[in-house]
């Protein structure tokens, strides 16, 4: 009886989802053929005029090649021209290298009128150079840097009316070695283009030193420069530092008002891509723009200077700006020695060095021509930079954590060990109250005994089952703890004023006492109700904050010999305020530094770790007047995750904070959802970017993780919040059996996202994606379209049984040729309709179709639609209209 209705709807099913994918098949298949063309290594062909139109008539790329090149030497210069492609004005808005630094040491792409020649490659480290006029540096590029997007609205100007009508292209070969196999070279870029205009034109600003020289065994050269700025405004979106092998750190400065604010800062070491600069910082006429490059000697046996081969140094800092289209100039440079007299006054971060581990460098250099990268450093589209600094995340509390009870005392410390558990230290049934101390800070409740509990409970993160439980009869009011490579914990305790190194074997061995037990002092072998821990990764000495009685930080070897101390810092001398509760340390590995939470000042100091010297202050209002805890992660620019605490002189609420290092923005709030905050105490966070906070005044852990805010940002039409949801609904009707929240879904989403892996995994995992790809859209659209065909046939099938039976007390239905097609006709022109999800979007909250289209696209640039965006969209940085008030 419904055998021919059910054989109707599945046929109809069938050949929606064939229209369905005839429709998804061409665009997928456009996509794979002009990634080949790009992309294809073996293709040595250069293209001066090839053009690619991508979603409409005005957008096209370039390819720039070199012709299959094998430089005669080592430190080879060879440089190309290319015409622009365009009889008027066009705007560049990508830059796709195609590159590997096995082969190439340097790229740079110039604009000028006229090229020192037109008809073939040239030697240009030669007196012959790149152009006959002053050239334009356009794009840089080294170290297996990937590609640069710029921001929506902003276009390097090109063509007949900006004054570049050739593209040059320079390659620095520097090891003739990498040509053994006799290989011709083809490496270049790949330039997306615009013919519509922009509102903002792109430009570079380069800061260049040609006269410093390097000592042989001398530990830190600095090379500086400066210049007055004498020109229209400009907006830095994002710089690029350059040295040769003997480069540590290259810092760029902007200067107003005596005041010195970070442009951008990093390894030279590292890839050298354009890194997003400080947003916060713009140029006007009358400031200064500086950079400083630090170099070692070490290692060399004769001065190195400045020079074009690579056992000579460089020091470039690239700024990349834009400025309103009226006033555009294309390039600026600076190469003026700065004077000692003004960098007496560079802040202390120019001269620490950034650590780059083996492992660190591996895996970027594994970036090559990706735009996918799953790297944490601040690259451009690097995924928990990006997800961090944009705040497209957010911290929410997974209030199902710990699935039991943990039956904790008040929790004064949070660490994490070498496997990456919860280690929490916590007081038992002891309690720090007005009685505890008498005013020369004794402990009063000796009497009690130390604590019978484990006072130190390693946790799984995940489910927040206890792992070991250890420290019993040690302590009498535990504080704080960390842990150092070997496992061991280091904690304080206040009553005892004492700093103890402490075995994790579950022996409960104390491997090392610094302080008097019970005997607080202020000297180097007391202490006074100190506070916190920290250890040096590398070098293993340890940092102690001291505390509620002292003001100081201290610092000892690994072995407990005691080494230095100091007290607050300050940038103004004059007015150094002292710490009032060094309260919390957290040890930065990538910068070599130390901060320490000042609790009752409500600020966060930062010094050099080696030498104690003053790096800069981060205090802001939303603190309310006090700062309990920090600790750091090296994701982007670094970050600082920091809770806060009552005061009795300001009113804020109880909550954690995400804080930028570099620009001391603050990123995000978070707080729990449904218990308050009583005295949040110490933080943590995992490597799976999930963060634990532990409050004394709730005797509990809780923990956040990040999820996807719901700010309405659009990303071609439609709002992301909404994708998200549709997305998320897919994959769980796609995949019941992991039956996992939306919460545990965006977190494996993102802890797969920043877990760097070997290449070969990588590849194989995204086989596995692309081999899955065509299975949802295979799998998912039938289903649906059957399911919901059907349920209104069986209702109509259903009451027309009803009525049957009603009319002839008979169960026989008569299903006439006629009635069918009535309700095939019925679904064809509402259930078929609705499951169109592109007409579905079109018809809601001003959606379009075009904007839906796009969520299959995703990440490719290629195919994007200009008719809700501009050519040059994307989400790497934002280009606002120039403030009115300089920053």
């Avoid at 005839?22 to 794979?32: G, M, V």
């Avoid at 004498?230 to 008002?257: C, E, M, N, Q, W």
Wanted: proline share 6%; glycine share 8%.
């Amino acid at each position: 009886m419904m055998g021919v209705p059910v054989l109707c709807v599945m046929v109809l099913a069938f050949i929606c989802h064939s229209h369905c994918m005839e429709i998804q098949n061409p665009l997928y298949r456009s996509k794979r053929s002009q990634e080949n063309v790009l992309l294809d290594p073996s293709n040595c062909v250069s293209r001066t005029e090839q053009q690619q139109v991508l979603t409409n008539s005005h957008n096209f790329s370039v390819d720039i090649r070199m012709p299959g090149v094998t430089p005669a030497g080592s430190d080879t210069y060879l440089c190309m021209a290319f015409p622009v492609p365009a009889s008027r004005d066009a705007y560049i808005v990508d830059f796709i290298p195609h590159a590997s630094m096995d082969t190439v040491h340097h790229m740079l792409l110039f604009g000028c009128q006229t090229p020192v020649s037109t008809s073939s490659y040239w030697d240009c480290g030669s007196v012959k150079g790149t152009c006959e006029d002053e050239p334009s540096i356009m794009y840089a590029w080294a170290r297996n840097a990937p590609p640069t997007k710029l921001p929506k609205d902003v276009g390097f100007k090109v063509g007949r009316n900006s004054g570049t009508s050739y593209f040059v292209l320079q390659i620095h070969y520097g090891d003739l070695s990498a040509f053994r196999d006799h290989h011709r070279d083809c490496s270049g870029l790949t330039l997306r283009m615009t013919s519509k205009p922009q509102p903002f034109i792109a430009g570079i600003y380069l800061l260049m030193s040609v006269d410093t020289f390097i000592l042989p065994g001398k530990r830190v050269t600095n090379a500086d420069i400066a210049c007055d700025y004498t020109s229209y405004p400009i907006y830095p979106f994002a710089f690029r530092t350059h040295t040769h092998d003997l480069g540590k750190v290259v810092s760029g400065y902007r200067i107003r008002d005596g005041k010195w604010s970070l442009i951008g800062r990093q390894s030279p070491q590292l890839p050298q891509a354009f890194y997003p600069a400080n947003k916060e910082v713009n140029l006007k006429y009358g400031d200064t723009i500086a950079a400083r490059c630090m170099f070692t000697g070490q290692g060399r046996t004769s001065k190195t200077y400045i020079g074009g081969t690579s056992v000579d140094e460089m020091c470039n800092f690239y700024i990349m700006y834009y400025m309103d289209s009226k006033h555009a100039i294309p390039y600026m440079n600076c190469m003026e020695t700065g004077s000692k007299e003004l960098f007496q006054h560079i802040p202390a971060e120019a001269n620490v060095p950034i650590t780059v581990s083996p492992g660190h460098m591996n895996s970027m250099m594994h970036m090559g021509h990706s735009t996918d990268h799953q790297d944490n450093r601040p690259v451009l589209d690097a995924n928990k930079a990006e997800q961090v600094l944009d705040q497209d995340y957010h911290l929410e509390q997974v209030s199902a954590w710990p699935q039991s009870s943990l039956q904790l005392g008040q929790v004064s410390g949070l660490a994490l060990d070498s496997d990456s558990n919860l280690v929490i230290f916590h007081r038992g049934d002891h309690y720090w109250g007005a009685s505890s101390f008498n005013s020369q800070a004794r402990y009063q409740q000796r009497s009690l005994g130390s604590i019978q509990q484990s006072t130190i409970l390693v946790v799984d993160p995940a489910k927040g089952n206890i792992l070991k439980a250890s420290g019993r009869n040690m302590f009498y009011l535990p504080h704080g703890i960390t842990t150092d490579k070997e496992n061991n914990y280091w904690v304080t305790d206040v009553a005892l004023h004492q700093v103890l190194k402490v075995s994790s074997d579950g022996t409960d061995r104390t491997l090392l006492a610094l302080g008097e037990a019970f005997t607080p002092g202020s000297d180097n072998y007391h202490f006074c109700q100190p506070t916190d821990v920290a250890v040096d990764t590398e070098t293993g000495n340890i940092f102690v904050s001291d505390g509620y009685c002292n003001a100081r930080i201290l610092k000892f070897s690994a072995d407990g010999k005691y080494l230095s101390e100091w007290g607050a810092g300050s940038s103004d001398r004059r007015r150094r305020i002292p710490f009032q509760v060094p309260h919390s340390l957290a040890f930065l590995p990538d910068r070599r530094e130390i901060c320490v939470a000042d609790r009752e000042n409500g600020r966060i100091q930062c010094f050099i770790a080696e030498t104690g010297e003053f790096v800069k202050e981060i205090k802001n209002e939303e603190f309310g007047g006090e700062v309990f805890a920090i600790t750091y992660s090296p994701a982007g620019d670094g970050l600082i995750f920091a809770v806060n605490g009552e005061s009795p002189y300001h009113s804020a609420p109880l909550r954690g904070f995400v804080i930028n290092y570099s620009t001391k923005d603050v990123l995000d709030t978070f707080s729990p959802k449904k218990k308050e905050f009583k005295m949040p105490h110490d933080i943590v966070e995992t490597r799976d970017g999930s963060v634990f906070v532990g409050d004394a005044g709730n005797k509990s852990v809780f923990k956040f993780t990040t999820e996807k805010s719901h700010r309405s940002v659009k990303k071609a039409g439609i709002k992301v919040q909404e994708l998200e949801e549709m997305e998320m609904f897919v994959q769980s009707k796609m995949r019941p059996e992991h039956n996992m929240s939306k919460t545990a879904a965006l977190q494996e989403k993102q802890i797969v996202a920043q877990q760097p892996r070997p290449q070969g995994e990588a590849e194989e995992e995204e086989k596995k994606k692309s081999a899955a790809k065509p299975n949802r859209e295979e799998g998912v659209l039938p289903a649906i379209i059957t399911t919901l065909l059907l349920i209104p046939l069986l209702v109509v099938i259903s009451i027309g049984v009803f009525v049957c039976w009603r009319r002839n007390s008979r169960c026989e239905v008569k299903t006439e040729p006629s009635s069918v097609g009535g309700i095939l006709g019925k679904i064809r022109g509402k259930a078929v309709g609705s499951l169109n999800l592109g007409n579905f979007f079109a018809s809601h909250k001003g959606y379009t179709r075009q904007g839906f289209d796009q969520l299959s696209t995703e990440g490719s640039d290629q195919e994007r639609n200009d008719e809700d965006s501009s050519d040059s969209e994307n989400e790497e940085y934002s280009a606002l209209p120039p403030p009115q008030s300089s920053s």
